[in-house]
């Protein structure tokens, strides 16, 4: 296996403190929530608030938790498909709103990314999940969700594989996409997690501990100057995208430092960037490593580039809004949760 990106969990080394993953309470980490973690028996429902995706393709990700010991239900949404989106706006809505208020559902799992969160964001009632918290599973247009819920109720949230991403036979899986689905138990679990990323001339040198936030850079970029823009100074922030072309990248890195959000970072992760090539003749000339080092000019946080993390194979678990420690040195860089 190439092991240039890998994840271990740390939640049996004896230096380190045992979790209680049999509390019933909400931990606290300063004003963040940590919702409980997951154990055997416990329910996590699957339900589609941006694109839509099959009953049959999620069979594999249903049976795959299950083996993890944890009931599964299919929301309402699943199998339902209105023009790209798992069905109506107020039925994605209906279904959402239903995991978020069923108190026996821990941990809600959305079906894929793709589009749509953000056109029924404001009308979700997060006040019962609010007092009583649970995971919510994602990437992606999930962004949407982890950046809202992160500025307007300091609760934590998976970034993480959907449905869409376990592969249909298992037993032909390539070990990193055993390792990244397995990531996802990890967290839910409460392990202690642990990632590293290669070295590269453009890391930037440093160490923080702060907040992790993030997610795809697009719809970050879209969420600025929202009540769902997440607050970013002080805390490590990581990103990544996909399908765009390099001059688009370069425009939502300008919206996020025009706005302040590159402004106080104890951290920049960049992920995953998979850009389209230059149409002919209007080369924009510059690589993922160019774009970022010129937004973060005059800042003396670390940068860490190369993350295992986005739309690709090794994308992993990450907890938003706990707290890590992030190294970056000439070995690589390093992120632990705390």
Known sequence: MNRKYFITSLAFATALPTLNLEAKTVANTGSLKIPPYLKPGDTIGISCPASDITVKEVES???????????????????????????????????????????DIKAIMCGRGGYGVVRIIDRLNFSRFARQPKWIIGFSDITVLHSHINRNFSIATLHAKMCNSFPDDWTKAEPIQIETINSIKQALTGERMSYTSPPTNANRAGSSKAQLIGGNLSILSNLSGTKSQTVTQGKILFIEDTGEYPYNIDRLLWNLKRSGQLTGLAGLIIGGFKMKPDDAGEEFGKTIYDIVLEKVKGYN???????PVGHQRNNFALKCGVVHELTVTAEGGKLVSM
Do not use: H, I, N
Not at 76 to 94: F, H, I, N, P, S
Not at 301 to 307: I, K, L, N, Q
């Open 301 to 307: 946080y670390p940068v860490c580039f190369d993350f």
């Open 61 to 103: 990700a249903k049976q795959l938790m299950e083996s993890w010991g944890f009931k599964v239900v299919l929301g309402e949404t699943v199998g339902k498909k209105d023009m790209t989106y798992g069905g109506t706006d107020d039925e994605r809505l209906a279904d959402f709103q239903k995991m978020l208020d069923d108190t």
